[in-house]
């Protein structure tokens, strides 16, 4: 998990960090200390967010959903047919805070950047410039780094037999819950229910 959730942040913004720099806000050089570490602060931090928000997202709908993951696999599932409505919801999970901010930014709301820059006597346009361009580069390094951290999570839970592997969510209890004691039950009749289904399929093609 903690190489998952460091990949997913520091990639995502780091990338669209020094993409932003280098063609949107035409810093020369685009890794100058006095704005690009501000920038990244800025990402760093929502992406962080985000990324939080979808890999927390779900590890709890698989881990509530479990029968209903179970069965899709039993009955031939792919893992991806089995995660997709879960990576999807976690993933319109975690990006609400960030199309919310961006849609309120300058009709209801001055975000921070803004107001420094028109306080210390920059021109309003120039700071609702860039506190567009800040908005964008917030909203698609939090999409990347959520889209990677919900497939890498969803693809880590079920394996490529395909089962799920119950052992690698971590429950917010102290304690095992009672479903979690079920899981090599369930992972023998899974195997049982698979073997009776190819068999029966065998049987028909002959």
Do not use: H
């Not at 810093?27 to 501000?38: G, T, V």
């Not at 990402?43 to 709908?61: A, E, K, P, R």
């Not at 599932?77 to 975690?94: K, N, Q, Y």
């Amino acid at each position: 998990m903690f190489w998952i959730t460091f990949t997913a942040i520091f990639g995502s913004a780091i990338s669209v960090g020094l993409v932003g720099s280098m063609f949107a806000m035409n810093f020369d050089p685009p890794y100058s200390a006095s704005k690009f570490i501000p920038t990244m602060g800025m990402l760093f931090g929502n992406t962080m967010v985000g990324v939080s928000l979808g890999m927390d997202s779900v590890l709890v709908s698989v881990d509530t959903r479990r029968d209903s993951v179970e069965s899709m696999l039993c009955y031939g599932a792919s893992r991806w047919e089995a995660v997709w409505p879960i990576a999807v919801d976690a993933a319109r999970t975690a990006m609400v805070p960030s199309i919310t901010s961006m849609g309120i930014t300058g009709l209801i709301s001055i975000p921070g950047m803004m107001s420094g820059q028109i306080l210390g006597g920059a021109d309003v346009m120039d700071a609702a410039r860039y506190q567009q361009v800040i908005v964008f580069m917030i909203s698609a390094s939090v999409a990347l780094g959520v889209v990677f951290s919900v497939i890498a999570v969803s693809f880590l839970v079920i394996d490529s037999q395909p089962q799920l592997r119950s052992e690698r969510i971590i429950n917010k209890a102290t304690q095992p819950s009672v479903k979690s004691m079920r899981t090599p039950m369930a992972r023998s009749c899974s195997s049982i229910v698979r073997l009776k289904a190819w068999k029966s399929a065998s049987v028909d093609s002959r």
